[in-house]
């Protein structure tokens, strides 16, 4: 069981809007430690998708956003695009096990 | 092109033990901290081990500990982690990410495959 906890899976249909949402506690993402998020397409490694709760890397579009209230935090993409169906993955850090933890994945399927 | 390319993956018995090995490029690797992460097949991704810039530093998830060791040569720009006694829960695709912020990995290798079976 993952200390930061995801929904397994979300749907969506091409040009709609997703949320996918990351649960934590009080000795990660309510401890104030950033939540970060991943993008893995099928047979690939992992991507950076936002960093610092809501910060975007370069090459990374708009209609991708991050956000972070207490001790959850949310990954919305809007304009749902094929591309985008993959496992997505929030990831932060946890000052009591003293280790960087992840979510369990959510699969995002566009219908 | 910025980038990190693992190698040393293979099928090794219980109880054996491995080498994996990461080689970066294109950027200042001994002013990052770098992390091993692995996923098991069909699994999601977990936090292996990290080490500091310096390597002075390191840091291992309890699956691991006592087991695993990373360490870093700056002079070859290679990220190293040493696995004994493997176990079939060690199982996994390992990736080494480069570490920014303290805090996020924003650059992947492709990753190595470790099976670990009889």
């Known amino acids: 069981q993952s200390v930061l906890t995801q929904p397994p899976s979300v749907s969506g249909a091409p040009g709609q809007r997703v949320t996918i949402s990351c649960t934590g506690s009080?000795?990660?993402?309510?401890?104030?430690?950033?939540v970060h998020w991943y993008q893995q397409l099928p047979g690939t490694a992992p991507k950076l998708l936002i960093y610092?709760?809501?910060n975007r890397p370069s090459g990374v579009p708009d209609r991708i956003s991050g956000s972070k209230s207490g001790t959850s935090a949310s990954l919305a993409i809007t304009g749902l695009q094929a591309e985008d169906e993959g496992n997505y993955y929030c990831?932060?850090?946890?000052?009591?096990?003293?280790?960087?933890?992840f979510g369990g994945g959510t699969k995002l399927t566009v219908l | 092109e910025v980038q990190l390319l693992e190698s040393g993956g293979g099928l090794v018995q219980p109880g054996g033990s491995l080498t994996l090995s990461c080689a970066a490029s294109?950027?200042?690797?001994?002013?990052?901290?770098m992390s091993w992460v692995r996923q098991a097949p069909g699994k999601g991704l977990e936090w292996v081990s990290h080490?500091?810039?310096?390597?002075?530093?390191?840091n291992y998830a309890d699956s691991v500990k006592g087991r695993f060791t990373i360490s870093r040569d700056t002079s070859k720009n290679t990220l190293y982690l040493q696995m004994n006694s493997l176990r079939g829960e060690d199982t996994a695709i390992y990736y080494c990410?480069?570490?920014?912020?303290?805090?996020?990995?924003?650059?992947w290798g492709r990753g190595t495959l470790v099976t670990v079976a009889s």
């Open positions: 990410a480069k570490v920014s912020g303290s805090s996020w990995f924003d650059l």
């Open positions: 294109r950027f200042t690797f001994n002013t990052y901290a």
């Open positions: 080490i500091s810039g310096s390597g002075g530093n390191t």
């Open positions: 009080s000795s990660n993402i309510g401890a104030g430690y950033d």
């Open positions: 610092g709760n809501s």
């Open positions: 990831q932060s850090y946890d000052s009591s096990l003293s280790v960087w933890v």
